[in-house]
Nanobody
Framework: QVQVEESGGGLVQPGGSLRLSCAAS????????MSWYRQAPGNQRDLVAR???????VYADSVKGRFTISRDNAKNTVILQMNSLKPEDTAVYYC?????????WGQGTQVTVSS
C-alpha cells in the first residue's frame, strides 16, 4: 500500500500561481509514475499532467505552457507548478501513483480561481 498526500491548494485570483505538492510513501518512489488529475463539480476526473519514473512528461492541452510537473526522488515528492491560472482551472486536484499495475490516490486538494 502506498500512502499519497497532496497539499498546496487554495484560493487564487485569475492570472495568479499556485504550487501543489504530493508526497508518496515507499523506498522505491523513483520507480513510480506520478500523475495529477482534476475534477470539477459534475465533471469526470481528467489527467492534468504525468511524469514517468524516467522523467518524461505529458500534459493536457488545456494546461500546456502554464503548468509544470516535476519530481524530487530524494524527497519522495512531485510538484505541480501552476501559473497563469484561469477560472476554468477550478477543481479538486488529485495525485496518483501508478506502480506495477496498481493506482494509489490521494484525498485531493481544492484549487479555486476566482476574483
Amino acid at each position: 500500500q502506498v500512502q499519497v498526500e497532496e497539499s498546496g491548494g487554495g484560493l487564487v485570483q485569475p492570472g495568479g500561481s499556485l504550487r501543489l505538492s504530493c508526497a508518496a510513501s515507499g523506498s522505491i518512489f523513483s520507480s513510480y509514475s506520478m500523475s495529477w488529475y482534476r475534477q470539477a463539480p459534475g465533471n469526470q476526473r481528467d489527467l492534468v499532467a504525468r511524469i514517468s519514473s524516467g522523467g518524461s512528461t505529458v500534459y493536457a492541452d488545456s494546461v500546456k505552457g502554464r503548468f509544470t510537473i516535476s519530481r524530487d526522488n530524494a524527497k519522495n515528492t512531485v510538484i505541480l507548478q501552476m501559473n497563469s491560472l484561469k477560472p476554468e482551472d477550478t477543481a479538486v486536484y488529485y495525485c496518483k501513483v501508478f506502480y506495477y499495475g496498481n493506482d494509489f490516490w490521494g484525498q485531493g486538494t481544492q484549487v479555486t480561481v476566482s476574483s
